[in-house]
């Protein structure tokens, strides 16, 4: 499992958490590494307690970079566990500030377009 977060700056640390994230994983990584000023978003995973839908990209903006991760990992073809966290910090780490820009841009035009649907998926 990873965790990662991102601003309108840019990307923030990326995590390899081994096994399943608990609460207890969760805090730490929030009290030791977020900045204090940051507002972050969560989804709807059960220890976050937020009522957003799970992998979403209709309002999860950092599933649009998860599938950049993921598009990295699959042309890189990974051959073991190692290699495949390579891959995906590199890809983490190539994440301009520009691509950030626009997604949280995007954040009005997708709740927009989530209401005007009446909740169900949209072009996000």
Same mark, same amino acid.
């Given at each position: 499992? $990873?965790?990662?977060?991102? #601003?309108?700056?840019?990307?923030?640390?990326? !995590?390899? $958490?081994?096994?399943?994230?608990?609460?207890?994983? !969760?805090? @730490?990584? =929030? *009290? *030791?590494?977020?900045? =204090?000023?940051?507002?972050?978003?969560?989804?709807?995973?059960? @220890?976050?307690?937020?009522?957003?839908?799970?992998? &979403?990209?209709?309002?999860?903006?950092?599933?649009? =970079?998860? /599938?950049?991760?993921?598009? %990295?990992?699959? *042309?890189?073809?990974?051959?073991?566990?190692?290699? =495949?966290?390579?891959?995906?910090?590199? &890809?983490?780490? /190539?994440? +301009? %500030?520009?691509?950030?820009?626009?997604?949280?841009? #995007?954040?009005?035009?997708?709740?927009? %377009?989530?209401?005007?649907?009446?909740?169900? +998926?949209? @072009? !996000?």
């Amino acid at each position: 499992m $990873i965790w990662a977060c991102f #601003s309108y700056y840019g990307v923030g640390p990326i !995590y390899r $958490i081994p096994g399943i994230m608990d609460q207890f994983a !969760y805090v @730490k990584i =929030l *009290e *030791e590494d977020m900045p =204090l000023k940051w507002v972050f978003q969560q989804d709807n995973d059960p @220890k976050h307690t937020s009522k957003r839908p799970v992998q &979403s990209p209709d309002l999860n903006p950092i599933e649009n =970079l998860r /599938g950049d991760i993921k598009n %990295a990992v699959s *042309e890189a073809k990974p051959r073991n566990v190692n290699e =495949l966290w390579n891959v995906v910090k590199e &890809s983490w780490s /190539g994440i +301009t %500030a520009e691509r950030c820009h626009k997604l949280v841009d #995007s954040m009005p035009h997708r709740c927009e %377009a989530v209401i005007k649907n009446c909740g169900h +998926t949209t @072009k !996000y």
